[in-house]
C-alpha cells in the first residue's frame, strides 16, 4: 500500500467520527438531551439553538486523537423584552448545567460555559440576534460586552474546496493537521489553523500525502521537529542521485502522526 493510500485510510477510518459512529450517536443524543435540558428550564428565554464547528463540518476529530475535542453549541436568547450582559446569561446557562448534571465538569471559561461529559466536552456559548436587512449574531466579547460573530461561516467554504479538489482532499488534510497540532500541545488554535488550511491556494492535483507535507509546511514549517521531519521526508523523496526511501518518509511522517500505521 502507498503512503498515500495509508494517509487516506488513516484520515478517512481512524480520525472521522462516521455517521454511523457510536461515538457519533452518543455525542448526538447527549447534544440532544442538552438542548432539551436548557429549553425545559429556561423555556421562552431561549429563542434557537445553533450548533456549529468541527462536528458541523466532520473534521471533528474522536477523542482517542484530540482529546480536546468539542462540539459546539450556540443558545441564542429571546431579547425582544429585555437583554441582559453576556454575564447573566452565562451565569443562567451555568446554573441550569450545574444542576441537570452534578456529576459532570462544569465551569466558565470566557466566553463559554464548558460542559465535560465522559466522552465529549459541550461548549456552550450565550448569543443574541438583531435583524435589520440580515440576522446578526452576537455572543460575548471582551469586559462583558458583546461581539458580532458568523455561525458556521467556513462549512460553505470547506464543502466547496472539497468538492473543487475532490477526493475529500482537503477534509482528509485538515484531519491530519488537527491530529498533529493535537499531538504537538496545540500549538495552533483549531479553528483558525482550520481556517487557514481552507483558504490556502493549491496548485495541480496533489494528492493527501503531498497536501498535507505542503500544508504543513505552510501552517507550521518554522517548528523544530515540524521542519526536521518535512526535511528528511523530502531528502527521502529520492533526487537524481539518490533513489527514493519510502520506508524512511514514511517513518518520519510516524513523527508527525502518531497511531498512523
Same mark, same amino acid.
Given at each position: 500500500?502507498?503512503?498515500?493510500?495509508?494517509?487516506?485510510?488513516?484520515?478517512?477510518?481512524?480520525?472521522? =467520527?462516521?455517521?454511523?459512529?457510536?461515538?457519533?450517536?452518543?455525542? $448526538?443524543?447527549?447534544?440532544?438531551? =442538552?438542548?432539551?435540558?436548557?429549553?425545559?428550564?429556561?423555556?421562552? @428565554?431561549?429563542?434557537?439553538?445553533?450548533? &456549529?464547528?468541527?462536528?458541523?463540518?466532520?473534521?471533528?476529530?474522536?477523542?482517542?486523537?484530540?482529546?480536546?475535542?468539542?462540539?459546539?453549541?450556540?443558545?441564542? &436568547? @429571546?431579547?425582544?423584552?429585555?437583554?441582559?450582559?453576556?454575564?447573566?446569561?452565562?451565569?443562567?446557562?451555568?446554573?441550569?448545567?450545574?444542576?441537570?448534571?452534578?456529576?459532570?465538569?462544569?465551569?466558565?471559561? &470566557?466566553?463559554?460555559? $464548558?460542559?465535560?461529559?465522559?466522552?465529549?466536552?459541550?461548549?456552550?456559548?450565550? #448569543?443574541?440576534?438583531?435583524?435589520?436587512?440580515?440576522?446578526?449574531?452576537?455572543? %460575548?466579547?471582551?469586559?462583558?460586552?458583546?461581539?458580532?460573530?458568523? %455561525?458556521?461561516?467556513? @462549512?460553505?467554504?470547506? #464543502?466547496? +474546496?472539497?468538492?473543487?479538489?475532490? /477526493?475529500?482532499?482537503? *477534509?482528509?488534510?485538515?484531519?491530519?493537521? +488537527?491530529?498533529? /497540532?493535537?499531538?504537538?500541545?496545540?500549538?495552533?488554535?483549531?479553528?483558525?489553523?482550520?481556517?487557514?488550511?481552507?483558504?490556502?491556494?493549491?496548485?495541480?492535483?496533489?494528492?493527501?500525502?503531498?497536501?498535507?507535507?505542503?500544508?504543513?509546511?505552510?501552517?507550521?514549517?518554522?517548528?523544530?521537529?515540524? *521542519?526536521? #521531519?518535512?526535511?528528511?521526508?523530502?531528502?527521502? $523523496?529520492?533526487?537524481?542521485?539518490?533513489?527514493? /526511501?519510502?520506508?524512511?518518509?514514511?517513518?518520519?511522517?510516524? $513523527?508527525?502522526?502518531?497511531?498512523?500505521?
Amino acid at each position: 500500500m502507498s503512503i498515500n493510500s495509508k494517509l487516506v485510510a488513516f484520515a478517512q477510518n481512524e480520525l472521522v =467520527l462516521s455517521q454511523n459512529d457510536t461515538e457519533r450517536d452518543k455525542i $448526538k443524543a447527549s447534544l440532544g438531551q =442538552l438542548e432539551k435540558v436548557l429549553k425545559d428550564k429556561l423555556g421562552s @428565554n431561549i429563542k434557537e439553538f445553533i450548533r &456549529f464547528g468541527s462536528f458541523t463540518r466532520n473534521t471533528i476529530l474522536p477523542r482517542k486523537y484530540d482529546p480536546n475535542s468539542d462540539v459546539d453549541l450556540m443558545v441564542v &436568547f @429571546n431579547t425582544s423584552t429585555a437583554k441582559y450582559t453576556p454575564g447573566t446569561y452565562r451565569k443562567w446557562l451555568l446554573d441550569v448545567v450545574s444542576v441537570a448534571y452534578p456529576n459532570s465538569v462544569s465551569k466558565k471559561d &470566557f466566553p463559554v460555559i $464548558k460542559l465535560e461529559l465522559n466522552h465529549i466536552m459541550f461548549d456552550i456559548v450565550p #448569543a443574541y440576534t438583531e435583524e435589520f436587512i440580515w440576522k446578526t449574531y452576537y455572543i %460575548p466579547g471582551s469586559g462583558d460586552t458583546w461581539r458580532s460573530t458568523t %455561525p458556521n461561516d467556513i @462549512n460553505e467554504s470547506l #464543502a466547496s +474546496k472539497n468538492t473543487q479538489y475532490g /477526493n475529500n482532499v482537503i *477534509r482528509n488534510t485538515i484531519r491530519l493537521c +488537527k491530529h498533529w /497540532n493535537a499531538f504537538a500541545g496545540y500549538p495552533l488554535e483549531s479553528y483558525l489553523m482550520e481556517k487557514d488550511i481552507i483558504n490556502l491556494v493549491y496548485w495541480g492535483n496533489e494528492d493527501t500525502y503531498e497536501r498535507f507535507l505542503k500544508t504543513l509546511n505552510s501552517i507550521a514549517g518554522n517548528r523544530p521537529g515540524v *521542519r526536521q #521531519a518535512l526535511d528528511y521526508i523530502q531528502q527521502y $523523496k529520492g533526487s537524481w542521485s539518490q533513489p527514493a /526511501n519510502e520506508a524512511k518518509q514514511f517513518e518520519w511522517l510516524q $513523527k508527525l502522526l502518531p497511531g498512523l500505521k
